[in-house]
């Protein structure tokens, strides 16, 4: 047993002190759960999907249950949309003062796990946890035996929902290190539409560990655009998984900007059905000693589907990102229409870039391409831009922009690009003064 599988026996220890609360079926998935993260332990980079990334510091750190933690309003009004749903979670746990669910739709229900759990039980059963699946994933084992709150939402049939319902999960600890589990499960009918954004920051304070899973599932024509902007502080170490089960018919686009936390993993995979159309673009931007790691995988299960993937990433500094993008086409999925491309700018001597686009192919009638470059500033251009008066650091921000600008524009909600633009400004800036 290695040094940092035998750090898994806190969580186990922690797990057996806690008490019990929940429906039978939900305590027998948190067990089950818990046995297979004893089993499995924290990964390591023997691993083939954890090679690049070592969590050994998350492991070698002694993390305690986040409790509660005062949070005032005035400190989340920075992350507002105008017009949106707001669910606030402070370490995984519902903050109905902080949040506000007016404006919805009749029939639309958005907010706390827990709450779902008492209330309807059985349609929470059909979904919670049978789409993020634990067996060979330690991290997710690990959220579903701490399962005990986060988001719920239900869009039913034909209901369109105008406007986004933003989730905010808040990370913060008071004194030690903290980590929560957030959980959310979202549903959409037949025919639906909905905006569906996650926005994860943390508070001044110890270090925090959010390990986070999201479970989406669409229904036959459903349409979703989905965001998730992860802003936790630098110190932060944040490890997420979004699992998506579609329908026929669907289209579904995802959005993945990650500029915070000392270590990041983001594992996303969707499984397609007949007919569906999924887009998945990322962003990442990192400097100094952050770590950053993105793993996809798109599933083409049923033929005549259709998916588009574009990741970029910006490293500064003696940072290092990790991409890993993985296509599969069963046999049965003729026609299928799968697009993959990872573009990396390089700012920095001492920065790395780890990438793997993949393809699996196993069906004879599909159009499929993958690619990933590596790069650095053109200094044909930074010197065509010096020639017209513009100082070396400006041309050089001017030209980073210009790269992240790709994935910036294809962001529809305006408060969440102009939330980016801003962000990146401040970023970019700290990279060259």
């Known amino acids: 047993m290695t040094a940092v599988t035998e750090q898994a026996n806190p969580y186990v220890e922690a797990f057996a002190a806690a008490a019990a609360a929940g429906p039978a079926w939900l305590d027998d998935l948190r067990g089950t759960a818990i046995r297979r993260f004893a089993e499995l332990g924290f990964p390591t980079t023997h691993e083939e999907e954890w090679r690049f990334t070592n969590v050994?510091?998350?492991?070698?750190?002694?993390?305690?249950?986040?409790?509660?933690?005062?949070?005032?309003?005035?400190?989340?009004?920075?992350?507002?949309?105008?017009?949106?749903?707001?669910?606030?979670?402070?370490?995984?746990?519902?903050?109905?003062?902080?949040?506000?669910?007016?404006?919805?739709?009749?029939?639309?229900?958005?907010?706390?796990?827990?709450?779902?759990?008492?209330a309807n039980p059985d349609a929470v059963?059909?979904?919670?946890?049978?789409?993020?699946?634990?067996?060979?994933?330690?991290?997710?084992?690990?959220?579903?035996?701490?399962?005990?709150?986060?988001?719920?939402?239900?869009?039913?049939?034909?209901?369109?929902?105008?406007?986004?319902?933003?989730?905010?999960?808040?990370?913060?600890?008071?004194g030690a290190p903290a980590v929560s589990h957030p959980r959310s499960l979202v549903?959409?009918?037949?025919?639906?539409?909905?905006?569906?954004?996650?926005?994860?920051?943390?508070?001044?304070?110890?270090?925090?560990?959010t390990n986070a899973v999201t479970e989406i599932v669409t229904g036959e024509n459903a349409v979703v655009d989905h965001y998730k902007l992860q802003l936790e502080r630098v110190e932060a170490f944040h490890v997420a998984t979004m699992q998506l089960a579609q329908g026929r018919n669907v289209n579904f686009a995802s959005h993945s900007i990650s500029l915070g936390g000392a270590l990041a993993?983001?594992?996303?995979?969707?499984?397609?059905?007949?007919?569906?159309?999924?887009?998945?673009?990322?962003?990442?931007?990192?400097?100094?000693?952050?770590?950053?790691?993105?793993?996809?995988?798109?599933?083409?299960?049923?033929p005549h589907a259709v998916s588009h993937e574009l990741y970029k990433g910006i490293l500064d500094g003696q940072a290092a990102a990790v991409f890993n993008g993985k296509i599969f086409v069963?046999?049965?999925?003729?026609?299928?229409?799968?697009?993959?491309?990872?573009?990396?700018?390089?700012?920095?001597?001492?920065?790395?870039?780890?990438t793997k686009p993949e393809l699996q192919i196993w069906a004879d009638d599909v159009r499929c391409t993958h690619g990933a470059t590596i790069g650095q500033l053109d200094a044909e251009a930074i010197f065509y831009?010096?020639?017209?008066?513009?100082?070396?650091?400006?041309?050089?921000?001017?030209?980073?922009?210009?790269?992240?600008?790709?994935?910036?524009?294809?962001?529809?909600?305006?408060?969440?690009?102009?939330?980016?633009?801003?962000?990146?400004?401040?970023?970019?800036?700290?990279y060259g003064h």
Do not use: W
Request: neutral net charge; charged residues 25%.
């Open 56 to 118: 050994a510091p998350i492991a070698r750190t002694q993390f305690a249950p986040a409790g509660p933690v005062p949070v005032t309003a005035a400190e989340l009004d920075r992350l507002a949309y105008p017009g949106a749903c707001r669910l606030v979670f402070i370490n995984g746990r519902f903050a109905p003062k902080l949040s506000s669910r007016g404006g919805l739709p009749a029939g639309v229900e958005a907010g706390s796990l827990a709450e779902a759990l008492r």
């Open 125 to 174: 059963r059909a979904h919670l946890g049978r789409h993020a699946e634990f067996a060979n994933h330690a991290f997710v084992a690990l959220n579903t035996a701490f399962l005990a709150d986060g988001a719920c939402v239900r869009v039913p049939k034909g209901t369109v929902v105008e406007e986004p319902i933003h989730l905010v999960f808040v990370a913060a600890g008071a």
């Open 187 to 209: 549903t959409i009918g037949p025919n639906a539409q909905a905006t569906l954004a996650e926005t994860y920051v943390g508070l001044e304070g110890a270090a925090t560990f």
């Open 265 to 302: 993993r983001n594992d996303v995979n969707a499984v397609l059905s007949e007919g569906c159309e999924c887009t998945l673009n990322g962003l990442y931007v990192v400097t100094g000693r952050q770590h950053v790691d993105n793993h996809t995988a798109i599933d083409h299960a049923k």
């Open 330 to 354: 069963r046999k049965d999925a003729q026609k299928t229409d799968a697009k993959q491309t990872n573009k990396n700018l390089v700012l920095s001597e001492d920065a790395v870039i780890n």
């Open 385 to 430: 831009l010096r020639s017209r008066g513009i100082g070396k650091e400006d041309a050089r921000d001017m030209l980073t922009q210009a790269f992240a600008r790709d994935i910036v524009d294809r962001i529809r909600i305006a408060a969440v690009r102009e939330r980016l633009e801003r962000a990146l400004f401040e970023r970019l800036h700290e």
